[in-house]
T-cell receptor
């Protein structure tokens, strides 16, 4: 079964609004990485976390440090250029990162 | 100066033909990975390698071989390409292979098998 459940699968936001994406893990994960895939298909790494939170501009990510069973990505003041598909990928401690199926984000003017 | 590059960026192959996808990294990383992405889905691991001249199977290795002739280069080989192997293929590298290992991805190769 899927190790990573990502929600929502699709999301539309008006410019200037805030939202949060979430990844739930079926087992304890050691680290998580968030990506945005743009319209050309390129994967852009946003955050890599082994614990705690990280922030970069209008984006902030958190990794549940207690049970390590979920991670969130917060988008503040959404802009048109934030549109794309967001993936989380989590690692159990071995070689494989398990990817979620993605959240397709559309920012509307 | 991209740290992980892939070639070709796109390829059309015929069923039953041999396809080789190449990946080159300048990160000086020990670990390299090949993933495939199918439309509307996340990535799945095909093969990985943690040292030159050695490769390991990932979650979906059937129908694929891998080759790591040097630390910098990692190839994915489809000996007999099939329609079901139409996908986008991503290469990645990381410094560590365990949990605390941020992965750096190449731009992807779009493979169409006809």
């Amino acid at each position: 079964g899927d190790q990573v459940e990502q929600s929502p699968s699709a999301l539309s936001l008006h410019e200037g609004t805030d939202s949060a994406l979430r990844c739930n893990f079926t087992t304890t994960m050691r680290s998580v990485q968030w990506f945005r895939q743009n319209s050309r298909g390129s994967l852009i790494s946003l955050f890599y976390l082994a614990s705690g939170t990280k922030e970069n501009g209008r984006l902030k990510s958190a990794f549940d440090s207690k049970e390590r069973r979920y991670s969130t990505l917060h988008i503040r003041d959404a802009q048109l250029e934030d549109s794309g598909t967001y993936f989380c990928a989590a690692n159990t401690g071995y070689q494989n990162f398990y990817f979620g199926k993605g959240t397709s984000l559309t920012v509307i003017p | 100066e991209a740290a992980v590059t892939q070639s070709p960026r796109s390829k059309v192959a015929v069923t039953g033909g041999k396809v080789t996808l190449s990946c080159h990294q300048t990160n000086n990383h020990d670990y390299m990975y090949w993933y495939r992405q199918d439309t509307g889905h996340g990535l799945r691991l095909i093969h990985y390698s943690y040292v030159a001249d050695s490769t390991e199977k990932g979650d979906i290795p059937d129908g694929y071989k891998a080759s790591r002739p040097s630390q910098e280069n990692f190839s994915l080989i489809l000996e007999l390409a099939s329609l079901s192997q139409t996908a986008v293929y991503f290469c990645a590298s990381s410094d560590w292979g365990g949990a605390y290992a941020e992965q750096f991805f190449g731009p992807g190769t779009r493979l169409t098998v006809l």
